[in-house]
């Protein structure tokens, strides 16, 4: 009531932090958070909230790098839900002062998407042996589908009678703009949608969103291949715009809001024939 803040241990607000962002942020946005807070209370242990300085936050960014082993990328998505983790500390007053507010992210290179060959696609599924394993990645690769989208697609959505599959929002989900949208089933999916129908009955994928992450972590280090759900994204868009594929169908394929996200796949095409002629001489 006087307007002093309140110290109190890294785990309890961590917990109501948590339980704030599941109330009122998206799936994706809460594993997210989940995934920042779970290593940063693995670094800093359960301290008190004015323990945590800026000197140490940047000992926690630079173990993010040397540590967990996180692209500088990854890492920066940490420190940014990090420091609004901070920032809604201070709003309900646990502290006076954000620790992390003057904490810079890295410096990344700003440069074109990676993506995998149609003959890394095969390779990277050719070790893949588990059936139900299989038709995931196949899924996630012949629609271009984001992960969250896949794992939270219905039955319902899927009509194998006139071929379409149907992203949408749900009651505890939403696309990332909010807008449904249409994806053709290519030919060589149809198998193994079927084999999915046979043992999920009422989502499509039976895991939950981070047994996949595991997945394809596993299927990585396998098939020498590092992989990621999105960068199979990138990969069959890429390769529908090499072969011809109107940037207009792609856009509503992979369901971009602005037309600039999907014009960097023409500028990927030459990268894309350049690798594929690579491959024949490996």
């Known amino acids: 009531k006087l307007g002093f803040s309140v110290d109190v241990k890294l785990s309890e607000f ?20 989940v995934k920042a ?23 926690w960014k630079v173990w993010l790098i040397e540590n967990k082993g996180l692209s500088k990328t990854t890492a920066n998505i940490r420190i940014r839900h990090i420091k609004s983790m901070f920032s809604k500390a ?37 070790v893949i042996e588990n059936k139900t394993h299989l038709a995931i990645f196949n ?43 249409y994806i053709p089933i290519h030919k060589k999916l149809y198998e193994h949608l079927h084999h999915l129908k046979e043992i999920s009955k009422e989502k499509v994928i039976p895991y939950k ?7 394809f972590q596993k299927y990585s ?8 759900p999105h960068l199979l994204r990138h990969s069959i868009a890429t390769a529908m715009a090499s072969k011809g594929v109107s940037l207009q ?5 992979l369901g971009h809001s602005d037309y600039s996200t999907t014009l960097i796949y023409a500028k990927m095409t030459d990268d894309y024939k350049r690798k594929a002629l690579e491959v024949i001489f490996n």
């Open 14 to 33: 961590v917990d109501r932090f948590l339980s704030w962002s599941k109330a009122t942020k998206s799936e994706n946005t809460y594993i997210t958070d």
């Open 209 to 215: 969103y981070s047994t996949v992450e595991h997945l």
């Open 139 to 181: 899924l996630l690769y012949f629609t271009g589908m984001r992960l969250l989208e896949a794992v939270n697609l219905e039955w319902d959505d899927v009509n194998l009678e006139e071929g379409f599959i149907r992203v949408r929002s749900k009651k505890d989900f939403h696309t990332k703009n909010y807008k449904e949208r």
């Open 221 to 228: 280090k396998k098939s020498g291949i590092k992989v990621t």
């Open 37 to 59: 807070c779970k290593d940063f209370m693995e670094y800093f242990g359960d301290v008190k909230l004015s323990q945590i300085k800026p000197a140490k936050l940047e000992g």
């Open 90 to 126: 201070v709003e309900w007053q646990y502290l006076e002062e954000s620790p992390a507010e003057k904490l810079k992210q890295y410096k990344t290179p700003k440069g074109k998407p990676d993506f995998l060959t149609e003959e890394q696609v095969k390779k990277l599924f050719s």
């Open 249 to 253: 169908a792609i856009k509503d394929i």
